[in-house]
């Protein structure tokens, strides 16, 4: 070995390991160079059992895609951006944790920053830091009502929106919010009740907005009385503290919750006041946890798909990164009313 025209003897004994290379997978797999990369960069166009043979042989050469070349060949880093507003709240960490695994099944990493103040500034910093990081696209869950009415991200970078500002320019998937809120609240309508009081989730939360602008509405078109919003924070603490105050109330007899943690402290405070569950009042939530169906009673509750919604929000962002256009509308999932046995009729009347 010459280096600045002397020669050098590599020590003896010391080896230098050379890295394996597609031509390797490609001899080992019985394949053409061309098939390994068409896994590499996860074609579809590769029959199945060749691509777990191929599969098999780079994990058996330890073989890793030279990601920086690629991206010089494809102008790709198969690799996404996700901005959210901590993980908190159960909805939060469902969308971040469904839209990773989907991104992981589309063959793209994920790239998150969460960011804690509910600013423009603070999304413009977490999207300046991540386009940094050499991304292709990315998610934005803006689950928090911001401080400038219209936010504007900067262009040359695909974007798609969870749970935010249907104003945007930007391509949106949420679930449908109005439609999981009317359901709920005329469900408690058919079943005889009255009225519906409200524990509605925080007021700078696009989700609670919704679902508390869709209560009010389904209300008024049943002529039914609109009694005042209880605010809570979405803990169980908070439904607690709002379902003491309820509880108190003899005339209320159903409760819908924004979510089902609020629920949860709804119960509880009913249940300390000697308030029947449903036989004296109902109670209703809203995302449907997995612990739900196994509180006392049951709790009726309205179930978002969250896989379904991260799933159309990764193929929306490929479509954009693959050349395609970017819609401009809101695509919305249906939720489904599950109905358990916290509501029933009203009592009757004494």
Request: aromatic fraction near 4%; avoid cysteine.
């Amino acid at each position: 070995m010459t280096v600045d025209g002397a020669t050098q003897e590599t020590p003896p004994g010391r080896r230098t390991r050379r890295r394996p290379s597609m031509a390797d997978v490609a001899a080992l797999a019985g394949v053409s160079s061309q098939t390994v990369s068409r896994v590499v960069n996860n074609r579809s166009n590769v029959e199945e059992e060749t691509r777990q043979r191929v599969l098999s042989a780079m994990r058996m050469l330890g073989y890793r895609p030279n990601t920086a070349a690629r991206a010089l060949v494809t102008g790709q880093f198969r690799a996404l951006g996700l901005i959210s507003f901590g993980l908190s709240s159960f909805g939060n960490a469902r969308t971040v944790d469904a839209v990773t695994k989907a991104a992981q099944r589309a063959g793209y990493t994920v790239n998150m920053i969460a960011i804690e103040s509910q600013t423009e500034r603070a999304v413009h910093k977490a999207f300046d830091q991540l386009t940094m990081q050499a991304v292709d696209g990315i998610v934005l869950i803006e689950a928090q009502i911001l401080d400038t009415p219209a936010l504007r991200l900067p262009p040359g970078v695909p974007v798609v929106m969870a749970d935010g500002d249907v104003s945007h320019r930007h391509p949106m998937v949420d679930t449908d919010q109005t439609l999981g809120a009317r359901l709920v609240t005329r469900h408690l309508l058919d079943l005889g009740h009255e009225t519906v009081w409200h524990v509605a989730g925080p007021e700078d939360s696009y989700a609670a907005k919704r679902r508390t602008e869709s209560w009010h509405a389904t209300l008024k078109e049943a002529g039914a009385a609109v009694p005042g919003v209880v605010f809570g924070d979405w803990s169980a603490a908070s439904g607690y503290e709002a379902g003491r105050v309820l509880a108190r109330r003899p005339g209320v007899t159903a409760v819908f919750a924004a979510n089902d943690q609020m629920a949860l402290g709804v119960m509880r405070a009913m249940a300390e006041a000697g308030r029947r569950i449903p036989d004296d009042v109902s109670i209703a939530g809203f995302d449907d946890l997995d612990e739900s169906a196994y509180l006392s009673p049951p709790l009726t509750t309205v179930r978002q798909d969250f896989d379904v919604v991260a799933e159309r929000i990764v193929s929306l962002m490929i479509d954009q990164i693959e050349g395609g256009p970017a819609p401009s509308a809101t695509a919305y999932v249906t939720p489904e009313l599950i109905v358990r046995q916290s509501t029933a009729a009203p009592p009757p009347r004494p």
